[in-house]
C-alpha cells in the first residue's frame, strides 16, 4: 500500500530535550515535505525537499532541522524543543515534476512539549 | 504575500444540504487549486483539484467552482451526507511549484446533522 508513515504517532517530551520524528514513504517520491497544524491557524509548511540532500526552509523554519540523506526518509529534528512547538505534525510527499499535485500526507504526530 | 482566505471556519448543514466553502487567493501566478479533506485522526487527503482553464469541476457530489477575475474558488458539496463531517481545506500553488510551496487556507470544520 502506497502510504507516507510517520512515528511517533503521540509524544510527549520535556523542554529542550532533542527529539526526532521519524517520516518513511514507499512511493519513490521526489518531493517531500512537513508541516505543522495548530488551531485557527491552518497548515503551515516548515521544512521541504525537492530531492535527496536538497532540503528548503518553509514559513515556519524556526526550532526544526530537517536532513534528506535517502529519497524514502525525511526526519524532523527539534534540537530543544520549546512549549510553543506543541503541535500536529504532518508528513506529506509528492511525485516530482508537478510537486504540489497531490500531497500524500501521514497520519500524524501529536507533539506535546511541556 | 501569499494568502489564501478560507471561511466560514465553521459550518453545520442539515443532511441533505449543499455545503459550500469559499476561498481566495491574491497571487495571479497560482494556476492549482486542489481541495483537502481531513477526518480526526487522520492525514489530510486530496478531494479534488481544479486548473483555471475550467470555471468547474464535478466529481460526485462535490463541485469546485473558479472565479479567475475574482481570485476565488468554492467546494460545494451536495445532498450532505453525516460521512461528510470534517475538515476541509483550500490550496494554491503554482502548477509547476518550483520553490513554491502549496498554501493552505485555515481550513473548515464541516458538520452535517441528520
Redesign the interface.
Known amino acids: 500500500e502506497a502510504q507516507v508513515t510517520q512515528n511517533p504517532r503521540y509524544l510527549i517530551t520535556v523542554t529542550g530535550k532533542k527529539l526526532t520524528v521519524t517520516c518513511s514513504q514507499n512511493m519513490n517520491h521526489e518531493y517531500m515535505s512537513w508541516y505543522r497544524q495548530d488551531p485557527g491557524l491552518g497548515l503551515r509548511q516548515i521544512y521541504y525537499s525537492m530531492n535527496v540532500e536538497v532540503t528548503d526552509k518553509g514559513d515556519v523554519p524556526e526550532g526544526y532541522k530537517v536532513s534528506r540523506k535517502e529519497k524514502r526518509n525525511f526526519p524532523l529534528i527539534l534540537e530543544s524543543p520549546s512549549p510553543n512547538q506543541t503541535s500536529l505534525y504532518f508528513c506529506a510527499s509528492s511525485t516530482s515534476g508537478i510537486p504540489n499535485y497531490g500531497y500524500t500526507f501521514g497520519s500524524g504526530t501529536r507533539l506535546t512539549v511541556v | 504575500q501569499q494568502q489564501v482566505k ?1 471561511s466560514p ?1 465553521s459550518l453545520i448543514v442539515q443532511k441533505g444540504g449543499i455545503s459550500i466553502i469559499n476561498c481566495a487567493y491574491e497571487n495571479t501566478a497560482f494556476d ?1 487549486f ?1 481541495w ?1 479533506q481531513q477526518f480526526p ?6 478531494l479534488i ?1 481544479i486548473r483555471p482553464d475550467v470555471s468547474e469541476k464535478k466529481e460526485g457530489r462535490f463541485t469546485i467552482s473558479f472565479n479567475k477575475s475574482a481570485k476565488q474558488f468554492s467546494l460545494h458539496i451536495m445532498d450532505s451526507q453525516p460521512g461528510d463531517s470534517a475538515t476541509y ?1 483550500c490550496a494554491a ?5 518550483g ?4 498554501v ?4 473548515t470544520r464541516l458538520s452535517v446533522i441528520a
Open positions: 478560507q471556519q492549482y486542489p483537502y485522526g487522520k492525514g489530510p487527503a486530496l483539484a481545506f500553488s503554482p502548477y509547476i511549484s520553490n513554491t510551496p502549496l493552505f487556507g485555515k481550513g
